[in-house]
């Protein structure tokens, strides 16, 4: 399941519902803009917090912060 947040903290993996893609905030990078989508309301968390749930939503892996 995806969350809208309106924040940063608490979980790890990140997703921007617009360009379904997601990102790791243990490994975010200046380029993710992070702070730019959770402002225009476009970010979610997943539950569970997992690569593999991402995944499962049809978000692809983000190349800066995701290998
Ligand atoms: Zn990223």
Do not use: W
């Amino acid at each position: 399941m995806a969350i809208v947040v309106n924040s940063r903290f608490g979980f790890r993996y990140f997703g921007d519902i617009e360009k379904k893609i997601f990102h790791d905030l243990y490994n975010e990078k200046h380029d993710c803009r992070i702070n730019s989508i959770i402002s225009s309301n476009k970010g979610v968390r997943f539950e569970p917090d997992t690569e593999e749930q991402a995944i499962k939503e049809g978000y692809k892996k983000c190349e800066l912060c995701l290998k």
